[in-house]
């Protein structure tokens, strides 16, 4: 399973950073986006969940994170 992360502004002028799992981003992400995907007219496909990931990947400038186990 692939991890991503992802950095965004804090609140003192540092950067924050966060590092999510695949599951962890189609648990939060998904549901909103399949909505506005099947709202949208859209006949959803298979690969729905890979389509969801990379757009929030994309959306989110996030980077690929190694995690070795």
């Known amino acids: 399973m692939k991890h991503w992360r ?8 540092e950067d924050c950073f966060e590092v999510l799992s695949e599951n962890q981003i189609l648990d939060y992400y998904f ?3 399949f909505a506005m995907y099947a709202a949208s ?3 959803v496909p298979d690969n729905a969940e890979q389509m969801c990931l990379d757009d ?3 959306s989110h400038w996030a980077v690929e994170e190694i995690i070795s186990e």
């Open 56 to 58: 929030w990947v994309v």
């Open 6 to 13: 992802i950095v965004y502004p804090g609140g003192d002028g």
């Open 41 to 43: 007219g859209h006949v």
């Open 31 to 33: 549901p909103k986006w």
